[in-house]
Every structure is written in structure tokens, then in C-alpha cells.
């Protein structure tokens, strides 16, 4: 017992801990990319051919970093900071329905589900598991191929085209890469038969990379604005900007409860609540800087060598841009041989607020109106779209998650898992692979 208590004081510990001065440094830096990435494209590198006239695009800068800047760091961060832990229960457990511990070993357990049985009191697993975050598609569309299309102030007469000068929109292509590694380290302890208290810490490392892309596009070959550093004889109307940033710390430890009210041999009922710490700093995305609470029932039953389970939560997120959530999980492992098991399940994640849903502007369209001159007057209704990206209410999202559970003795166990997504929604990686390792005490 004194080594268990040893252990826990030591993630207790560890639970308090923050980031270093020199992450948040970094972090910093990480935070205010796009934000400046958005003003040097739209306020620093605009030129006018004669003269400057720059100021003209500052509402579209002020625009991005008020309302584009916010929401993408926040659909980076709520995204790592959410990603499922693996079950709290792995190995070999116990049935106490007769009074006295008979251990179960016909299946390892689920990878991201939970089943309602427990450890059992005095009981501790410890473990660590690494998962790996390429988030290159969201809402379908590839993150290099994301686009903005930024506007002319509109001047005098209302409605774009009646100055010459409004007639140029600038696309701006982020060329996106994010990539995330997480490593959780865990600890689960039985202070009861039917009641366990876990902890989860991970460290994280966030990356964003990419060579943005600016383009000045107007309806003909006279454009009136370029980006500086050429004269106005050769303008220049094509910028990239590349940039290179990551950030590392320990991102939002998860406390986890879980009781088991009806235990019978084959049945058994139970719930977990699941709360995420703001122990990472939001400014370098390990963290959203809120506390979110997940409460979930659980059900499971031991049917031959397999056993189904599903869970049903809501999941409370107060960040913004992040909406609650209903979740659900069904699945089953099933017993493939001596100390092998394999987990499949279905990961749903449903919005609930639709005011929360990210959006890259009040409308999804803006008209330009191009005159032709030339004998007479002909005017053309250019209709320009604000991004690439799909606006929409939600991102529910489906996954789907296939893994094996390895025990080459009764203390350890190996983990290897999949996470596919089986739609378009949020941000996402097309394949999130995770490997871990538990120990039983």
C-alpha cells in the first residue's frame, strides 16, 4: 500500500505542474501567428500603384484577427485538448458478486470505451500511451487547402465595383500542416470494490507549419494593388510567407470517477464523470484554458468471450467556439486467444449548441459588381465566396475504432489502436494511431 500512496502523491504532484517560462515564450509566438500572418498580408505588404493605399484592407485585417484568429486557435486547441483517453479499466479484473475476488480474464477490456466493471479496492494500473495527431482534413476539405478571400474597403456609393479600386480581392491560401503528439501518463486505483479515482496527464507537442500564399485577383489584367518591393511598372502580386512554429507542454489533466452501481456476474451498470483541468496554457494550444465536465452511463455485459458495451454522456465545454457535446460509444471486445483481445467501437460526438459553431463571417457570399467600358457600359455581378472552408451549424463527428490488447503476463498489458473518421466533420486526422502500455499493481 505505502508504494501505491507513493505513486499517487507523485501524479498529484505532477498535476500541479506548468509549463516552463521558456513554453510560454514559444507559445506566445504560436498564438499570434495567423493573427500576424494576417496583418502582414493585408497591411504591410499592400501597396497602391500610384501611391499607398493599404489602409483600405486594415477592416479585412481587423476583421481576420477579431473573428478568423480566434476561432482557428481555438478549433486547434479544443481538438487536442478533447481527445479521448483510453478505458480506465484494462487487464485482468474482478467479479465480487459472491462475495470474495474471481478474476475475469476472458477479454482484455475496450482501448476508448468503458465498461462499468472496476478494479476492486486497493487496486492500482498504471500506465502510458502515445498518440499521434496529423489534423490535415477539416470539414472534408484538406487544411493546406484552406482559403481566405479578403476585401476592399467599400468606398462612396454603396456596394463593391463602383471604384475601380474595389474590384481586387486578396486569396490567401494558409498551406496548413498541424500535427500533434500526445503522451498520457495515467494511474487508476480501486478505493473501493465498485469505485475507482484515475488521473491522466499528457504532455503534448503542437507543430503548425505551412508557406502561405497571398494573391491579388481582379477581374482583369489592370490590377490597382500590388505587394511591396517591386515597382509599379512589374508589380508584384503574388506573396508567400512561410512559417514554422511548435510548442510543448503539459496540456489539460483528466480526473476520472467511476462507480459501479449493479454488478452482477454478467451485467453490469455504471458511470463515470470525466473532468478536464485548464492545466494547459491556451496560448501554445495544449490547452482551452476552461474546465470541461463529461458525465457518462455505462453499461456492459460478459456474453461467452466477448462483451458489448456502450456509453452515453454530455459532455460540458465552456471555451469558446466549442460547443457541448452529446458522445456515445458502442462497441465490444472480443477474445481472440490466450491474452489477445480485440476492441472495435464507434465514437460519436454531437453538437449541441449550434451558436457555438465555428463560421468565417456573417454571409457566405460577397457580389462585386465589374464594369467593362467600351462602347457601351456592361456590368458583371462577380460573386466571391469569404473561404473554402463549408460553413455549417455542427461538427458532429463518427469515428471509428479498431484495436488489439496484448497481455504477455497477468501485470502487463500492450495496446495498438486506429481511430478512422467515418465523416467530414470538425478537424480531423484521417488516421490517429495509438500505442500504450499498463502495468497492474
Known amino acids: 500500500m505505502s508504494k501505491q500512496l507513493f505513486w499517487m502523491i507523485g501524479l498529484a504532484l505532477l498535476l500541479m505542474a506548468r509549463p516552463s517560462s521558456a513554453q510560454g515564450e514559444e507559445a506566445k509566438h504560436l498564438n499570434e501567428l495567423f493573427e500576424k500572418l494576417f496583418n502582414k498580408v493585408l497591411k504591410d505588404d499592400l501597396r497602391l500603384s500610384p501611391g499607398e493605399h493599404a489602409r483600405h484592407y486594415f477592416g479585412a485585417a481587423e476583421s481576420a484577427n477579431g473573428v478568423l484568429t480566434p476561432a482557428l486557435n481555438s478549433l486547434i486547441a479544443s481538438n487536442i485538448s478533447s481527445f479521448p483517453l483510453t478505458s480506465t479499466i484494462a487487464g485482468v479484473t474482478y467479479d465480487f458478486s459472491t462475495g470474495r475476488p474471481v478474476p475475469i480474464t476472458e477479454s482484455l477490456g475496450p482501448i476508448f470505451a468503458e465498461t462499468a466493471a472496476t478494479l ?18 477539416f470539414r472534408g476539405i484538406a487544411t493546406k487547402d484552406i482559403r481566405f478571400t479578403f476585401f476592399h474597403e467599400d468606398l462612396g456609393t454603396s456596394g463593391l465595383g ?3 479600386f ?16 500526445i503522451y498520457a501518463f495515467f494511474a487508476t486505483y ?4 465498485n469505485f475507482d479515482v484515475g488521473v491522466a496527464i499528457p504532455f503534448v507537442n503542437v507543430s503548425l507549419s505551412g508557406t502561405a500564399q497571398a494573391i491579388i485577383r481582379g477581374p482583369f489584367s489592370g490590377r490597382e494593388h500590388y505587394f511591396a518591393g517591386n515597382a509599379p511598372a512589374s508589380p508584384n502580386v503574388v506573396v508567400t510567407e512561410p512559417y514554422d512554429k511548435n510548442a510543448s507542454g503539459v496540456g489539460d489533466v483528466a480526473v476520472r470517477l467511476k462507480y459501479s452501481f449493479v454488478r452482477r456476474f454478467d451485467l453490469k451498470l455504471g458511470a463515470l464523470l470525466d473532468v478536464r483541468l485548464p492545466t494547459g496554457n491556451e496560448n501554445d494550444f495544449l490547452g482551452t484554458g476552461e474546465t470541461s465536465t463529461k458525465f457518462s ?14 456509453n452515453i454522456g454530455y459532455d460540458y465545454r465552456p471555451a469558446d ?22 476492441a472495435v467501437d464507434f465514437l460519436g460526438e454531437l453538437d449541441v449548441n449550434s451558436s457555438e459553431a465555428i463560421k468565417f463571417g456573417a454571409q457566405e457570399n460577397i457580389v462585386i459588381q465589374d464594369r467593362v467600358t467600351g462602347g457601351a457600359n456592361v456590368t458583371v455581378n462577380r460573386l466571391e465566396d469569404l473561404t473554402s472552408i463549408p460553413q455549417r451549424d455542427n461538427d458532429n463527428t463518427l469515428n471509428a475504432s479498431i484495436g488489439f490488447r496484448i497481455a504477455p503476463s497477468e501485470k502487463i498489458l500492450l495496446l495498438g489502436n486506429i481511430l478512422i473518421p467515418m465523416n467530414d ?5 484521417s488516421v490517429a494511431p495509438t500505442l500504450g502500455v499498463t502495468v497492474n499493481f
Open 120 to 137: 476492486g479496492k486497493g487496486r492500482l494500473n498504471m500506465g502510458a500511451e502515445f498518440t499521434h495527431l496529423s489534423l490535415n482534413k
Open 321 to 342: 467556439f466549442d460547443s457541448d457535446e452529446l458522445e456515445f460509444t458502442a462497441g465490444l471486445d472480443q477474445k481472440l486467444a490466450e491474452g489477445v483481445t480485440l
Open 166 to 181: 474595389e474590384l481586387d480581392v486578396i486569396d490567401l491560401n494558409l498551406d496548413l500542416d498541424v500535427n500533434a503528439n
Open 297 to 310: 452511463l455505462i453499461a456492459s455485459r460478459k456474453i461467452a468471450q466477448f462483451t458489448p458495451h456502450l
Open 190 to 193: 480501486g478505493v473501493a470494490n
Open 162 to 164: 463602383n471604384n475601380p
Open 425 to 429: 466533420g470538425g478537424l480531423r486526422s
